[in-house]
């Protein structure tokens, strides 16, 4: 009986892990799944949709707060400002120039676009990529209503429908 008892605890203990969870990034995990290269997009001509990835954080609030913390970091502000456009274009809009799916804003990042956006693709992580996407998709009203609102109320994007 006491073995069995020893036995069954020994098997209990065995059997219970912990799932490890890094928040914090290793060198490795900045290896990116697709190779860096500029694009020869320009404004103004129809894009081809980029369907091929796949955006791991949609719809995760978690990823819209540490993407808004990265948009600040980055200082990605200095050029779209808060979402309303500047030097770059405005996010908070429903007309992008390279399209609003998560595979291109992750291309227009790591890539860069002709006329200013630089590539941060050999700088950024690809999961803060991915964080920067889904912050910039919320900033358009383009991710799920589960996902918090990266902006003040008085910010919100409204639909031409609902009264002001």
Not at 17 to 46: F, I, K, M, N, Y
Not at 78 to 85: I, K, S, Y
Not at 123 to 128: A, D, F, L, M, W
Request: one cysteine or more; glycine letters at 10%; aromatic letters at 6%.
């Amino acid at each position: 009986m006491k073995r069995l008892a020893i036995l069954l605890a020994a098997c209990s203990l065995l059997a219970c892990h912990r799932e490890q969870r890094s928040l914090v990034p290793r060198a490795a995990d900045a290896r990116r799944t697709t190779p860096v290269r500029v694009s020869d997009l320009q404004p103004g001509r129809p894009q081809p949709a980029v369907t091929a990835m796949k955006n791991p954080y949609e719809g995760n609030a978690w990823a819209v707060s540490e993407g808004q913390r990265l948009y600040s970091s980055y200082n990605c502000a200095g050029c779209h400002f808060h979402g309303g456009g500047g030097i770059g274009p405005p996010l908070m809009d429903s007309e992008w120039l390279y399209g609003s799916t998560p595979a291109n804003i992750y291309t227009s990042i790591v890539e860069g676009r002709p006329n200013g956006m630089p590539s941060f693709g050999g700088h950024i992580p690809e999961q803060q990529v991915w964080q920067l996407v889904t912050y910039v998709r919320a900033l358009g009203g383009l991710e799920p209503s589960g996902a918090t609102q990266p902006r003040a109320e008085e910010m919100q994007a409204r639909r031409a429908e609902e009264p002001k």
